[in-house]
């Protein structure tokens, strides 16, 4: 599903150079769920930010789902992002002037459906994440949790291959982090290969697979111990 | 890009944003506003003061007056007195000369009745050339013909209102109205865009010269010009006038012994003059448009700031820079065109009522604006509200979605 071949990044501010990611090689098939774990600084959210077509990169060669993404005009890189691609931020970033089945149903408007079928789609995804209820209410009248879960609906709506989600449950407690996980793992059953940013030692022990980033470079990677579910 | 989900979506984001969407509008609105009551008031101006050259606007009028200059053996101060030879004379001398007439203005109100009514009326004597001059339009009867003067007969066509004044109710053709206690019998019935005008009867000058003015003295000498150009018709009266001068033996150069006045000069001048009014009044309200369309334009740049994370988020769930540009230009699009139409439509209307209100005068009759420039204007404003939003637009097609979705 992504395929990271010697990858770099840098950016520059001013006269100074900073190299973020030193060489990255990564595989995830399809299906995975996956956490890449790592401090402030150490090149993880720069990471997923290249895997969902939001920056490029210097060096190296990244592959999603076979195909190379590499110096994609802003048109096809759009394309893909809705195709293939659903994010989740920590700070949800829904529009606030629309409700909910409109936040939702966004990602297909771009796809030019038609604006009944849409609302209607999106109202199943809605019901998927518990939240029908809600659907004509705007975000500043929603909890955290029921704002990341509409942010999920709305990733998972254009029926992507693959769910990117940056630090998913920074902005929750820890009950409702819970449930949102639930969901991913849900998503995961489902197929949809799901890729989580955290520094949060708990979320990612929920994952399958869990990659280190340190300083740019990925330190090890293990699979979480069964038995840590024990302890 | 015109389909109909375009307009819900920039719809939906123009009522949940009302007010920035009333006071963007308002700057366009008060634009168009401004420009159609302006082009309107000039307009009305224009057609005020152009009523005034309602008559044949080609004619030329010559008037004997007094030498200011010694000449010929003749002392400054002589009357030069124009007299019916020099009708025929300028007939033969000039063929392109057209409904060549004498005219006499009767001296004094004269007293016109029928049966037991009577009024003060202006008389004039004329050649039925000077009906042309004059533009009148005949509602009944016939005009004064050729006959007329050569036959003496005592015929008159008379103006509307003297019909009604003094005719009241009755069929005023083959009626007999007394001109100062002399017979005349009513061919006609006139209307003219004067009303002054309405006030008067006239009659052959022959029979003026048998009757109330014996001799062949003429006041006025007027005819028209077909096809002429100002400068054109110009020379043609300076010769005329020369002609004239030799024929009277005064200076041709005396600006005081024959006066003389070209409709055609003065109507070109006006013309001039209002066309350079309407474009002075036409660039201040392009001027006020384009305050306008530069306040949209600046508002729409704030709009993208504003919504600087939201086409970050659009941007990452897949909007294209087209369909950002797009949602931008055509919500620029749709408020200048609301605006403007109802700027225009204000406008005209304020215009309407005016002109529905307001006497007419000689400066200011008829303010409105043409179709044609309505439409325009409606035109402009959309292509404005394009132009408005065209910045803004690329700016926000050139957001880049980590930027916008950074945590701030």
Not at chain 1, 93 to 103: M, Q, R, S, W, Y
């Given at each position: ?231 | ?35 159609m009551i302006l082009l309107g008031s000039g307009n009305g101006l224009k057609e005020g003061v152009m009523h005034n050259f ?216 006006m013309q001039a003059l209002f066309n350079g009014i309407n474009v002075f009044v036409g660039?201040m309200g ?65 215009l309407?009522?005016l002109a529905?209100?307001m006497p007419a005068s000689d400066f200011f009759r008829n303010p409105g604006v043409d ?38």
């Open positions: 599903m992504v395929n990271i071949k010697e990858l770099h990044k840098s950016y520059i501010t001013g006269a100074n150079r900073l190299h973020v990611l030193k060489g990255i090689n990564l595989n995830i098939i399809e299906g995975e769920m996956v956490s890449i774990m790592g401090s402030s600084g150490s090149g993880k959210s720069t990471l997923l930010n290249i895997l969902g077509i939001l920056d490029n990169y210097d060096k190296g060669e990244l592959y999603l789902n076979g195909q190379l993404i590499k110096d994609l005009s802003e048109k096809k890189a759009a394309w893909y992002r809705n195709k293939m691609i659903g994010f989740v931020f920590q700070s949800f970033n829904l529009i606030g002037f629309k409700n909910a089945v409109e936040n939702v149903a966004l990602p297909l408007y771009y796809q030019n459906v038609p604006r009944k079928k849409r609302n209607k789609i999106a109202m199943e995804y809605l019901e998927r994440v518990g939240l029908s209820d809600w659907a004509g209410h705007t975000p500043n009248e929603l909890s955290g949790g029921q704002k990341q879960r509409i942010a999920i609906a709305r990733a998972l709506i254009s029926q992507p291959k693959l769910i990117l989600a940056d630090e998913p449950t920074g902005a929750l407690d820890s009950q409702t982090s819970l449930e949102v996980l639930d969901l991913f793992e849900e998503i995961n059953n489902s197929g949809i290969t799901v890729v989580i940013v955290t520094h949060e030692k708990d979320i990612s022990e929920r994952t399958k697979r869990i990659i280190h980033l340190r300083d740019g470079v990925i330190e090890n990677e293990n699979k979480p111990k069964p038995s840590l579910k024990y302890v | 890009m015109f389909e109909i989900s375009i307009w819900q979506e920039v719809l939906s984001t123009m009522r949940k944003n009302l007010l920035r969407t009333i006071l963007t509008s308002f700057s366009v609105f008060w634009g168009i506003f401004i420009l309602s008559d044949a606007n080609n004619c030329v009028w010559l008037w004997g007056g007094r030498t200011s200059k010694a000449y010929g053996g003749f002392n400054k101060g002589r009357k030069i007195q124009l007299k019916n030879d020099d009708i025929q004379f300028l007939g033969h001398s000039y063929e392109n000369l057209e409904n060549l007439s004498g005219n006499i203005n009767l001296p004094g109100a004269i007293t016109v009745s029928y049966k037991n009514n009577y009024d003060n009326y202006n008389v004039q004597a004329i050649l039925p050339g000077h009906q042309a001059t004059e533009n009148v339009q005949l509602i009944q009867g016939r005009l004064l013909n050729i006959l007329d003067i050569e036959q003496y007969r005592k015929v008159t066509i008379i103006g509307k209102d003297v019909k009604e004044q003094i005719l009241k109710d009755e069929d005023p053709i083959g009626k007999y109205v007394n001109i100062r206690e002399i017979p005349f019998l009513v061919v006609g019935v006139f209307d003219d865009i004067h009303p002054n005008e309405l006030k008067r009867l006239y009659i052959p000058i022959s029979v003026a010269h048998k009757t109330f003015i014996p001799g062949s003295n003429i006041g006025t000498l007027t005819f028209t010009l077909d096809d002429y150009s100002v400068d054109e018709s110009e020379s043609l009266v300076e010769e005329v006038k020369q002609s004239i001068a030799l024929k009277h033996r005064f200076d041709a150069e005396d600006p005081r012994a024959l006066g003389n006045w070209n409709a055609l000069k003065e109507y070109k001048k660039v392009i001027f006020t448009l384009i305050a306008g369309i530069v306040g949209v334009s600046n508002i729409m740049l704030i709009v993208v700031r504003e919504r600087t994370k939201e086409i970050g988020i659009r941007k990452a769930i897949g909007a294209t820079p087209g369909s950002v540009v797009g949602l931008i230009i055509f919500e620029s699009i749709i408020i200048t065109s609301i605006a403007g139409y109802l700027g225009l439509l204000c406008g005209i209307s304020l309407e009522l529905g209100k179709f044609r420039i309505a439409v325009g204007a409606a035109l402009l404003v959309v292509f404005a509200g394009a132009l408005a939003g065209f910045v803004p637009a690329r700016k926000a097609s050139r957001i880049k979605p980590i930027v916008a979705l950074r945590d701030e």
